[in-house]
């Protein structure tokens, strides 16, 4: 069977450079760019022979690892179909376990794989170079193939077996959120190191952090035993560990295949679903997907939106002009977004106009409708704070106070949630029909619609002053407080989101009648 397989898999290969000539012209334009990549970063790690073990292993720790993690993430994010996916031998009546083995061995021929074995060998003649024994250069190298082949498998496998159906316009966009929250905030903080000729101290702890994970373990490995480290022995049994468990996830995964028969979604069925092809098929998802709709197109909550950035930078102003130093005054932006965008849903409810109706005729739960709510805040929410946390530490100067602001941040969106997911169902007031200008605001009788917005606004602050007078410390007096200023405005933040969801969902199933009644009233 493996030699069946084998075959199959070279046929294939081969098979790609048949078809028409822009076919052909395109994959071999492809192959001629990946050959050049492929040189020009093996020339670049074959340079590192001359650089310094620090620099080193700086390089190769943080490379490996972010091969690694792209290994992992190109499958669920590309969608690419595979052609040996085992679902196309299932009719075969194979043994999962033997077909698993052969898989997974035929996995190694491929293109990105003969790329990073290149890579990986020029990788061992680096180690090698820095007095690292060549068994362990050899062996790490092979450790990396093989986990990056087996996450590749994995990721696959999970990708076709509960993605493929989901696949859309929207889910994509998700995938490229996460990448961004992650690969913004990492090259706002590498532009921002300070080299000077030698590795600077954070990038060394964050290599040595990536050693003891599976992501830098198998790289690490080789320049650990050249330095002597005692921790060469943790990194190899973190690969090693790795490697096991990708292999049962494996096996897992061609089982459930083989032996669990699934009604198949088309992604022509979900096409036209948008959000509601993408989100959980629970009353909570539907509620989000709906949420989703109405926070991405309705103008009313796009005005919102706008409104956060241009309220942020407008009280920056008043500060320049009194005097605050630069560096201090970098600070302050992002808490204030990080404090209306937490406010923003305090009123939603009301949005929603007459369509609300649907929630208590369906016999919805509370805690279906508070959580979905908070959906498209937070996929909004998350992104942004995430990306502009790092670039206002960068213009700060100041790396160390990153925890105080995370903390700071944190506690100020989380308790504006949990303080709004009361307010829009306790305390709703009349806001602009759907349809209308966002500019334009209806007759109100009555401060109830002003008591609650300060409500929410001046809870969260309230409730965020221990995290804000942590951060404060950290700033001008002792950098040690900044922990104390991420755990607590964490702790504070979930805490004040969690009894919020559950004091509005009981409050939202205990008067359906009255809320009907004020939608119907305004």
Known sequence: MAAHVLRLRLALLVGSLRGDGRHVA????????????????????????????????AVTVLGGSAVTLGYALAPLIGGASDPLDPRRFAVFGLSP???????????????????????????????????????????????????????ARVSTATASLFLDDRRSRELSGLFALTILIVVVPVAVFLASLEWGGVVPTRLTEAASTLARTPLGAAVAFPVLVAQGSAQAGLSILISLGTIAALGLVWVWLVRRV???????????????????????????????????????????????????????????????????????????????????????????????????????????????????????ILIIGIPVLAIAIPVSISLHGRWAVLPAMVGVCASLFLTGLGLSSISSVAWPYAATRPGESPFQQPQRTGAGGAIAQAVVMLGALVLSVP????AWLAISRDIDYADMALWGGLAVGLTVLIVGLAIGSAVFSHRGGRIMEFIEST
């Open 26 to 57: 395109r994959v071999v334009v492809a192959l001629l760019i990946l050959a050049i990549a492929t040189v020009a970063a093996c020339w670049g790690i074959l340079q590192l022979r001359d650089a310094s073990t620090p620099v080193m292993f």
């Open 97 to 151: 376990g033997p077909l698993a083995g052969v898989l997974a061995l035929v996995g190694f021929v491929s293109v990105p794989t003969l790329v990073l074995a290149a890579v990986c060998v020029c990788a061992a003649v680096v180690w090698v170079d820095h007095g690292s024994p060549w068994p362990a250069a050899a062996l790490g190298a092979l450790l990396q193939v093989v986990t990056c082949v087996l996450l």
């Open 258 to 376: 083989l032996t669990t028969t699934e009604r198949p979604v088309s992604t022509r069925e979900r096409g036209g679903l948008g959000w509601f092809g993408v989100a959980p098929g629970t009353p909570g998802g539907a509620v989000a997907a709906r949420s989703l709709v109405y926070w991405l197109r309705d103008r009313r909550y796009l005005a919102n939106l706008i409104v956060i950035p241009i309220a942020a930078g407008l009280a920056v102003v008043p500060l320049l002009i009194a005097g605050v130093p630069p560096e201090v005054v970098a600070l302050v932006p992002v808490p204030l977004a990080a404090l209306f965008l937490g406010w923003l849903p305090h009123n939603d409810l009301a949005y929603d106009s007459t369509a609300v109706w649907m929630h208590f005729a369906s016999g919805m739960r509370g805690v279906s409708d508070r959580v979905g709510r908070l959906v498209p």
């Open 467 to 470: 995290a804000l007078w942590w």
